[in-house]
């Protein structure tokens, strides 16, 4: 099957580039979307050590860096599968997608089980919640509520990202794309790992820099 | 490193019409990988280290060096042409600018915020 330039472009090229450039301008507005929060986070620890390192504590380590782990693992596969399809492997590139949306799936299975975990505890967004009752300290029912704003949008990106992940497997699979012209699937990597490097910040400021806070 | 180089393989498949040949090899992805791994490695046992104050800036040097290593050897923004690469700049200095700006007023407030700001006083004092 061979690759066809849509009517309103002069050649494939000129496509590929128009499409590159689209997902790299709206990754770069999703970065000023996240900036915001992550500008917000820092503001209010600034003001609320004590309240943050003591929300930091309830987080647990392991299963923050599990999910950093899958999702490294999960941006070097569908980097792999790019790869692979270029030099014309199909069937492997369509493992690799697979395999990465699995990854996705895991990632998510255990964010998960880390929300149930804290509305067992009694935290909740927003504040809401018996912990909170217990546990006045300033600033840490900000902690919490960045928390989930913050991972759970992380989160519905990381669903959004499975579903591109998975359409462009069916088109894989189906032949609607080709090694001749594999840049949807290059361009789809791209969002899956800017989703990765907004976990790689996440991870560090939720889970691993408690500041020390006598 | 030098893991960006066109492959043979690579140029035939795309026919040399689409302008991705330029590509990460194998090797390079695996030892990226690695790469990336090693420092979230890192991370974790600084954790452990007790830095106190400097636990955060160290954490997010480390948390920017694996940004760097996904978008050059993952993303190859390094392989897109200036108008991409123009995008995603622009993005990266506006947040900059947020956040300097943003640091520049909570770092140099001189008062701290009043503990009993003035009317919350209890009304049925005496």
Redesign the interface.
């Known amino acids: 099957m061979s690759a066809r330039a849509a009517t309103h472009f002069e050649d494939l090229e000129r496509q590929e580039q128009a499409a590159r450039l689209g997902m790299w301008v709206f990754l770069a507005s999703e970065i000023l979307f996240f900036a915001g929060l992550f500008a917000l986070y820092f503001a209010y620890r600034n003001e609320h050590p004590r309240g943050f390192d003591l929300g930091i504590a309830r987080n647990t380590i392991a299963w923050g860096s599990v999910n950093t782990a899958v999702l490294l693992v999960s941006s070097y596969t569908v980097a792999l599968a790019v790869h692979e399809l270029r030099r014309g492997k199909r069937a492997a590139a369509a493992w690799l997608v697979g395999a990465t949306v699995a990854l996705g799936a895991c990632f998510l299975a255990v964010k998960t089980g880390e929300y149930l975990e804290h509305f067992h505890e009694g935290i909740y967004p927003a504040g809401a919640g018996a912990f909170f009752a217990e546990n006045d300290e300033p600033g840490i029912k900000m902690f919490f509520t960045l928390y989930f704003c913050m991972t759970g949008l992380h989160a519905i990106h990381v669903i959004v990202g499975m579903g591109v992940l998975a359409t462009l497997l069916v088109r894989v699979l189906r032949g609607s794309i080709v090694p001749a012209a594999s840049y949807p699937l290059a361009i789809g990597a791209v969002y899956w790992h800017l989703v990765d490097v907004i976990w790689i910040f996440l991870w560090p400021l939720f889970y691993l820099t408690p500041g020390g806070v006598r | 490193m030098s893991g960006a180089g066109t ?1 043979a ?2 140029k ?4 040399g ?5 330029k ?4 090797v390079s ?2 030892s ?2 690695v790469a ?2 090693a420092l ?1 490695g890192l ?2 046992a ?2 452990y280290a ?4 400097f ?2 800036p160290v ?2 040097i ?2 920017a060096a ?2 760097v290593l ?2 050059v ?4 923004i390094l392989v ?2 200036v ?2 690469r123009l ?2 700049s ?3 200095v ?2 900059g600018i ?2 300097a700006l ?2 520049a007023d ?2 140099t407030r001189e008062t701290p ?1 009043l503990s009993n700001p003035p009317g919350t006083e209890p009304r049925d004092r005496g």
């Open positions: 492959t393989a690579a035939e498949a795309a026919g019409k689409t302008t991705g040949a590509e990460t090899s194998a992805l695996a990226t990988l990336l791994l979230a991370s974790l600084l954790r007790h830095l106190g104050a636990g955060l954490a997010m480390i948390a694996k940004a996904v978008a050897f993952f993303m190859e897109e042409r108008t991409v995008a995603m622009t993005g990266i506006l947040v947020l956040l943003i640091a909570i770092l915020p």
